[in-house]
């Protein structure tokens, strides 16, 4: 059977990225340009540097892929694009990048939901296993999705307002900590107490999430602190403030699990790089006897491998789009 190469980009935010996956899994090479250290000045994404650093990089990114691989665009079945949802200006550079050279080089165009991407980060080292709920938590982005088969997704629910990634930062923001908020939070929340009274966000029959509720009880509880002349004790809110994101997360992914009869869990997204998140969900799975699946570290943030990936499965399915594809800034996945 003949080998299937995808040439893969991904631009939805902040990272610049190009990847090559044989057959779906193998990742053959892989370059990530981030910005992190250019956003972390102003403390989050700002939309217009983000678009302007991706035309600076896209064309190292894409030439060093190809020279890490000893390729050529010329042995590439297909080339996979992220075309939404994520900041429009970012997602545009990547596209057309992919469009050129789908046009250059007369490649099928095949278009990468971004949800779809971090789902498939989950089979880059061993293969998904159907039926599934993937719970998919990043800084845009906190959704249910169940999975009968490959490249079937039934939205189960998502978040109303912030997403759970970007509560954090805002979070760490009104504490003191730096950008990124997540992996700050995270580590302080080991260190603390749950001693804060703070809102479990949403806690209601749906699969829907909102954590602007959350978030503003602790600048209310921040705010009332310092007023009081009291000193805010950071890891003990950190902990409090994660702890509620875990409690609705857990209660309402386990709550898919049972109602879905699925015994199949799959975390996506760069909030599944979260200790917390990921201990918590051990523990509950052991107990129910679910099979958990988390990517790598790596594979969790924003990257092309994961595009790939997913790349893959639709060229097979014929999800193939021409030059008129154009970028979505919000998109339900299905």
Known sequence: MKDTYIFAIESSCDETAAAIVKNGHEVIASTVSTQIATHALFGGVVPEIASRKHIENITMVLENTLNEAHMKMEEMDAIAVTYGPGLIGSLLVGLQAAKTLAFIYDKPLVPVHHIAGHIYANNIE????????????????????????????????????DAVGEAYDKVARVIGLPYPGGPAIDKLAHEGKDTYDLPIPLDDDTYNFSFSGLKSAVIN????????????????????????????????????LEEKQVKNLIIAGGVAANKGLRDRFEKLCQEKNVNLTVPPLKYCTDNAVMIGAAGYYAYKLGRISDLNLNAVATEKLN
């Open 126 to 161: 061993k293969s998904m296993e159907f039926p599934l709920i993937a719970l998919v938590v990043s800084g845009g982005h906190t959704e249910l999705v169940y999975m009968k088969e490959d490249y079937s997704f039934e939205f189960l629910g998502g978040t109303l307002d």
């Open 221 to 256: 509880v921040n705010h009332n602190e310092l007023d009081r002349g009291n000193k805010i004790r950071k890891e003990d809110l950190a902990c409090s403030f994660q702890n509620r994101v875990i409690d609705i997360l857990t209660k309402k992914t386990m709550k898919a």
